[in-house]
């Protein structure tokens, strides 16, 4: 395969060194084995101008890739402040489960019925081609977490009326 950046880098040879191996029956043998490149002729750049240059494309080929990761990065503080309220609240106001309080689904709720695990306890919307939802439903799953599915089409959800 041609060497696209040799034009700024320089053609440049493999040296080899001889090693001795012995192999599983005794013998022994000669193996070449990399040691280093040798500048053949000289590149347009200079190493270390040539090494800033591949850092550069690499990575801008990085943010090309994914142009929201720092924003993303940045987002990750924020989740977990937020997490971290979330479980202090929750923990104000008495929810937690069952097997750490002793209490049963009963005692919360008034009736025995509305938790059981084959009740879904949430909707999820769905297209037949969407890998997110795909991805959804194999965590929810995993979790033993019960879930009506809705099939939609893309582009086309329904309106929801939280009463």
Known sequence: MPAVLSELEGL???????EQETTADGKTMTVQVFDHFEQIAPGRMSAAQYDAFVHDTVNF???????????????RYHRWVVLVFCSYLRGLLGFSSSSSTGKTCTDRVG?????????????????PTDPWSHRTRIVLAEKGISIEIVSVEPGAFPRICWT
Do not use: I, W
């Open 61 to 75: 080929l990085d943010y090309v890739g994914e142009p929201t990761q720092a924003d993303r990065r940045a987002l």
């Open 12 to 18: 440049k040879r493999a040296r080899l060194r001889d």
């Open 111 to 127: 009736s025995a019925d509305t938790c059981r695990a084959d009740v879904p306890s949430m909707t999820l919307f769905s297209a």
